[in-house]
């Protein structure tokens, strides 16, 4: 925990837009006395208010007769003597219900098909697919690997792990075949499930060859069977007794399949995201304490109710596609939008026509997503939103990075009509679900504000002592009270868990690694993360993540890598580079840039392949040799150094750092 705060920015609006009366008036939490109350019921017994939404919120195999264990804390345990499976509470239970027939999901394929399938057969293909893999011999507590294009079949293939006990670990398909080895690896898979290739803005992108290539590089011997679903048809190559179709694992199969009761500890899932060293931390996730928050988030925040039709725009690599796709809407019992396409194609009105056909109710999406649309509706009247009919809409939300004032106040008036609150919902991989979020029915809101927390979410301010600090001041965020949906531990490394989020000095709370700031009114303002995580279009990327690939490089001698605002994106990388030969120039340059930019989208992903890439024959050092990145900030922003520079060794280096390529 570095003991200085650097905050980017934060703009504290004044502006307040009341909740709507009709929203008010219908909600699961009316108005702001109903917010205190439940906040009230948490503060005075935790583990009571825990004990009573665990009850009545989730189906039980067997009941717990414990909420919380803290006898090993940091690592908290939830309803462990209980006992129930995920895939139950989100199928099996709206079996004998009129949701049965409900739609659960509404499929819109890249161009435009689109399919309808209702909780029951959803049932039966969960099913299908479990009875498929268990037959292979695969049970509870081994570990797969999702690799899959957004698609139904994917929110199968995560469902039929979480019935058998099966710990999933889904990779974005945007990551590379690196990565995916990576995973593969920690996690010593026993079964990869992927397609031949998925398909985004009308093009066709390869994924099985990427697992093919991950298990080619070795040490995967874990894995005995790869499990592809034919979403193009397109030839893929097939190493027999390996390798098996989806639809051929689920052929014959019994359409029931007994869903395993599991501890409401057992893990559900693995998800990696960036920490601040080099290597990703794999997120475990639980199963009750996890389900359940997904749940109750779904019925506060998103106010869910049964003639919802619901849109999140995540990918189910991520873990709002996790929370906000595959299991908490699920478990809501809404109908939900599942879209593999982009935002973009076939134009930039698109998100706007599927609300429009679909009728969308509550539409949840990201910043990024928000800000190119702006950009492109500004320029092409025709992909305004205006242009479509989207009084359905009731809610809007906006998840993972910032949402500057701008951007919220277009989303408001332009996408909600002036009608539907911006719920600017704070919270991460490691929190599982919504943590400091407004109420549709209850929360004034505050554009670029998150607003409060959630009841029970035990939210502060604080400095490197732990003391909380005055509002207006900004401190670290942390989490007083464990929440059932937290973190568990970090795959395979148990100490790094605590270190990263437990550290000595904050008495045993959990610290988010953001920057944040109360106002008068007690609201929360994100201002950034504290560590070298960086958010570019939503995604978290490490600055050691990427130098470590740069460094890798034969070329490359030493790099650094820090973040830049960028109107777009959120947060852009910027690299610095030396290089083992000298300083290249003009073209020479261009292409030594654009290699590097192509080996980290090969070894990483496209999504963190440096906007800038900028030369010099070393970096800003202090004597004593350490990477002045205070000062490569300064200079990635193009800003004048006003800093203190005579710590500095070779203060001439900035200058020919602050040349772009
Ligand atoms: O810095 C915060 C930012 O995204 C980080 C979490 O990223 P990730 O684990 O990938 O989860 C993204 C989906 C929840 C946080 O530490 N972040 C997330 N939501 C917001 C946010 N920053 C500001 N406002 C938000 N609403």
Known sequence: ???????????????????????????????????????????????????????????????????????????????????????????????????????????????GKVEHVTYKQLHARVCEFANGIKALGYKAGQRAVIYMPMSIEAVVAMQACARLGIIHSVVFGGFSSKSLHERIVDVEAVLVITADEQVRGGKKIPLKPAVDEAIGFGGCESVSKVIVYRRTGTPVSWAEGRDLWMHEVCAGQAQTCEPVALSGEHPLFILYTSGSTGKPKGVQHSTAGYLLWSLMTMKWTFDAKDDDVYWCTADVGWVTGHTYITYGPLAAGLTQVVFEGVPTYPDAGRFWDMIQRHKVTVFYTAPTAIRSLIKLAESTPAVHPREYDLRSLRILGSVGEPINPEAWMWYYKQVGGERCPVLDTWWQTETGAHMITPLPGATPLKPGSCTLPLPGIAAAVVDETGEEVERGKGGFLVIKRPWPSMVRTIWGDPERFKKSYFPPELKGWYLAGDGAQRDSDGYFWIMGRIDDVLNVSGHRLGTMEVESVLVAHELVAEAAVVGRPDETTGEALVAFVV???????????????????????????????????????????????????????????????????????????????????
Not at 22 to 29: D, F, G, Q, T
């Open 579 to 661: 290089l083992k030969r000298p300083l290249p120039q003009g073209d020479e340059a261009v292409a030594i840039a654009k290699q590097l930019r192509d080996w980290v989208g090969k070894e990483i992903g496209p999504i963190a392949k440096p906007k800038d890439i900028r030369f010099g024959e070393n970096l800003p050092k202090t004597r004593s040799g350490k990477i002045m990145r205070r000062l490569l900030r300064v200079v990635a922003k193009g800003e004048e150094i006003t800093q203190d520079v005579s710590t500095l060794e070779n203060p001439a280096i900035l200058q020919q750092l602050s040349q772009s390529v």
């Open 1 to 111: 925990m570095s003991a200085e705060i650097e905050i980017e920015s934060v703009l504290v609006e004044n502006r307040v837009f009341p909740p709507f009366e009709n929203l008010v008036k219908h909600a699961n939490i009316s108005g702001m006395d109903a917010y205190r109350a439940l906040c009230d019921e948490a503060d005075r017994d935790p583990e009571a208010f825990w004990a009573r939404l665990g009850r009545e919120n989730l189906v039980w195999a067997k009941p717990f007769t414990q909420a919380l264990d803290e006898s090993q804390a940091p690592f908290f345990h939830w309803y462990a003597d209980g006992e129930m499976n995920v895939s139950a509470n989100c199928l099996d239970r709206h079996l004998n219900t009129p949701v049965a027939d409900k739609t659960a999901i509404i499929f819109e394929s890249d161009d």
